[in-house]
């Protein structure tokens, strides 16, 4: 590789973690300032669009579809409730948990953060085959798969 870090391919210094690290932070960076007008952080835009695929959603049930921590979860949810794009109700079922839901702002910024997600995303695939990137994302999906069970 020409970024310093090997070039032997599968060297003791090689890893893909430290390539999907990378990815991700150079992502993120890109991400929050696409988001940045709307005031939602590269932490908050993936709970966003899963609450609007999914609405009337619990915290705990979205924390578990993210894989991501409740006290994660939370913090993300309060951000996008005090900006107004997210609402909880009482859950008429059982009044212990609270479904979230998106307001009318919410709605409306969805298919904004959606084109930002998609240009950041059409910048990663420059030079890949749809095929390239559907095999990649199997073999990342065996690698979470793998380490989550």
Do not use: C
């Amino acid at each position: 590789m020409e970024n310093g870090w090997t070039s032997a391919g599968r060297g003791a210094a090689e890893s893909h973690g430290q390539y999907i690290s990378a990815i991700y932070r150079h992502m993120q960076v890109l991400i929050s300032t696409e988001l940045a007008p709307y005031r939602i952080g590269s932490g908050q835009y993936i709970f966003l669009m899963a609450i609007a695929y999914q609405e009337a959603v619990t915290q705990k049930a979205l924390s578990e579809k993210l894989l991501i921590d409740k006290t994660t979860t939370a913090k993300a949810i309060a951000k996008l409730e005090a900006e107004g794009y997210v609402r909880r109700e009482a859950d008429p079922a059982d009044n212990r948990y609270q479904l979230l839901y998106l307001t009318g702002s919410g709605r409306g910024v969805v298919p904004k953060v959606q084109q930002a997600l998609d240009r950041v995303k059409n910048m990663t695939r420059k030079g890949i085959s749809d095929e390239q990137y559907d095999e990649m994302m199997g073999l990342l999906k065996i690698v979470l798969r793998n380490l989550t069970e």
